[in-house]
């Protein structure tokens, strides 16, 4: 007897799913009465129209994401112990690579746990919950995961598709994170996402390589992460822009303890860059890490233009012979749209590019290879003329 309530495909549907994608949309789900009635997040077997076993999954009526999967076998049980052996095996992975406590523990579907994200800093860990299912599974992942400092950011805009209410739980508010030989101070608690992006760590080390000597504008620096990289390695001059008061006053915290000098400005991008275009100002490295612009489908349009208009804007700004790194965190936009907008701005600028560098986040950000959506980040590095 099956353990599970089972969802069924529609008759030619969930193509990706049977060729390994852990996802099945709500138009590719037979709704039946008893479908419809199941509480959102509850675990489900899932099978084809012809009742080949598709997996373990959880399930949610009302959100366009109708099941992720947990597992490619039915039956599963996601109790403490099933998380156990998937945190072992993502704690596993991280501490072949890092030699330090701190980094994204858990990539949701890039660590076969969909709607999970889990930063670590230390002894301490953010957990960061955004689908129905994953809230439901919220007891036996605590205790496999068995902290005794967790600081639970629930509040993503995204729980609001899955029917859920936003909160923040746990004591610690301010810690200091390891990287790049660098100590920084994260907010974790009221900070943005999780209180760090770990994604850029190799993007920031990159830069950091061609600063020595350098100017260097650090555009969206939120609390410093590669300005104090560009001052570690010995940047001769870093200007740092974000329009956020709390992210800066950790920035200024940062550099201070580690005995680095930047230049910090509370701003809005655009004007700064205005400004500083109109007064003829140049640096040898200008970095541009915005927050996502495309934060859905709908927003594409708008948003690639806002990346075209941050390209024109940066390249005025590049000194002769200098780089530029453009950055952007929006699954939603494809990485060759946005090279293609970055392309086009730095050509409104009259300059002239090479494009050196294309990367993405580090490797506590798996890919799931079946779920492009998995591969976020794009940064591009360009030397201009």
């Known amino acids: 007897m099956s353990t599970h309530p089972t969802i069924r495909l529609r008759p030619k549907e969930g193509r990706r799913l049977r060729a390994g994608a852990p996802w099945a949309f709500s138009n590719e789900i037979a709704m039946s009465a008893s479908a419809k009635a199941l509480k959102p997040g509850s675990v489900v077997n899932v099978e084809g129209d012809d009742g080949h076993a598709l997996g373990t999954g959880y399930f949610n009526p009302n959100s366009l994401i109708a099941i992720r999967l947990l597992d490619a076998r039915p039956d599963v049980v996601p109790d403490a112990e099933f998380f156990a052996a998937r945190l072992g095996a993502a704690r596993a992975l991280r501490d072949r690579v890092y030699r330090e406590p701190y980094y994204r523990l858990v990539h949701a579907e890039g660590d076969f746990l969909p709607g999970l994200t889990i930063d670590r800093f230390g002894d301490t ?98 609390t410093g992460g590669f300005a104090l990289a560009a001052a570690k390695a010995g940047a001769r001059e870093i200007v740092a822009v974000d329009s956020s008061a709390p992210a800066l006053a950790l920035a200024e915290e940062s550099a201070a303890a580690n005995a680095l000098r930047c230049q910090f400005v509370k701003a809005d991008v655009f004007e700064e860059l205005e400004r500083l275009g109109a007064a003829k100002e140049s640096f040898d490295l200008v970095i541009a890490d915005p927050p996502p612009f495309v934060k859905s489908r709908k ?56 494009l050196i560098h294309t990367a993405g986040a580090g490797p506590d950000h798996p890919v799931h290879p079946m779920l492009p959506e998995t591969a976020y980040l794009k940064a591009l590095v360009y030397a201009l003329d």
């Open 125 to 222: 860990y953010v957990v960061q919950i955004t689908t129905a299912g994953m809230e439901a599974l919220r007891e036996p992942l605590l205790k496999a995961l068995g902290a005794a400092h967790v600081v639970l950011r629930a509040d993503t805009p995204s729980r609001a598709l899955e029917g859920l209410a936003s909160y923040v739980e746990g004591e610690a508010s301010r810690v200091a994170v390891q990287e790049n030989a660098i100590r920084y101070f994260a907010d974790l608690a009221g900070g943005q996402k999780t209180g760090w992006y770990y994604d850029q760590r190799d993007n920031r080390a990159f830069m950091a390589n061609l600063a020595p000597g350098k100017t260097v504008l650090d555009a969206y620096c939120h």
């Open 299 to 354: 927003d594409l349009e708008p948003g690639a233009k806002a990346y075209r208009k941050l390209a024109r804007l940066s390249a005025r700004v590049a000194a002769p012979g200098g780089l530029l790194l453009l950055a952007s965190c929006s699954h939603n936009i494809p990485l060759e749209r946005f090279a293609s907008e970055c392309a086009a701005g730095i050509a409104r600028a009259d300059r002239r590019a090479r």
